[in-house]
């Protein structure tokens, strides 16, 4: 079963652009994690939040987390068409290891 | 260094018949992971290591699906009598260490078709 549903399912926007990712989840959780996923490249970890962090920051991605309202956001500044990709948040429980549950994705596409 | 990597990189069956996928970890990484993707959907749990032997194997759909680790390194997820819907791309993960908030490094994957 997946926890994570990622919002929206697709997105297209212009090169230079913001794009912004939201992921909600429905248990308790430690970590949040989001992955991008492109063809031919197999999945790549982006960031890790900690249940106990609200926002991160790496390069041009933000993303936020809000325990309370259990959902997160992932912001990518500037995009450029190299961003174009699948992009899935991922949730490990609150059991004390890892077994990590991933969204459905956002589907991204950055036009040059 | 070297990723995770994952043979073959594509491997076509047919109904009924039995399927070996291997996973090498990253050098040192304790624990291993098997996930199934589906088209259009995220990765869906089917087990996990730590050393040697199967944490938890919950995610594992039913009793064709056996996976072995034992040397603590390289991965061989087993399915047997495959059918139709086994088709998908089979992942495999490994990290450092077992526990919370390490990351998982992903192989490119198995696509696996039964046909």
């Known amino acids: 079963s997946q926890q994570g549903e990622e919002d929206p399912q697709a997105l297209s926007i212009q090169e230079g652009e913001n794009a912004t990712m939201n992921c909600s989840y429905k248990?308790?959780?430690?970590?949040l994690q989001w992955y991008r996923q492109n063809s031919g490249r197999g999945l790549v970890h982006l960031i890790l939040?900690?249940?106990?962090?609200r926002e991160k920051h790496s390069g041009r991605l933000r993303v936020t987390l809000d325990t309370s309202k259990k959902s997160s956001s992932l912001l990518i500044t500037a995009s450029r068409a190299a961003d174009t990709a699948s992009y899935f948040c991922?949730?490990?429980?609150?059991?004390?290891?890892?077994?990590?549950?991933f969204g459905i994705g956002t589907k991204l596409q950055v036009i040059p | 260094g070297a990723g995770v990597s994952q043979t073959p990189s594509n491997k076509v069956t047919e109904k009924g018949k039995y399927v070996e996928l291997r996973c090498d970890p990253i050098?040192?990484?304790?624990?291993l992971y098997w996930y199934r993707q589906s088209l259009g959907q995220g990765p869906e749990f089917l087990i996990y290591?730590?050393?040697?032997?199967?944490?938890?194997d919950s995610g594992l759909p039913n009793d064709r699906f056996f996976a072995v680790r034992p040397e603590g390194s390289v991965s061989t997820l087993k399915i047997q009598r495959t059918e139709r819907g086994d088709s998908a791309v089979y992942l495999c993960?490994?990290?450092?260490?077992?526990?919370?908030?390490?990351?998982?490094?992903f192989g490119p994957g198995t696509r696996l078709t039964v046909t």
């Open positions: 993960a490994s990290s450092l260490q077992a526990g919370n908030g390490y990351e998982q490094y």
């Open positions: 248990t308790s959780i430690n970590n």
């Open positions: 939040i900690r249940s106990n962090e």
């Open positions: 991922a949730t490990d429980g609150s059991g004390g290891y890892q077994k990590v549950t």
């Open positions: 050098s040192g990484h304790t624990a």
């Open positions: 290591f730590q050393g040697t032997g199967a944490a938890d």
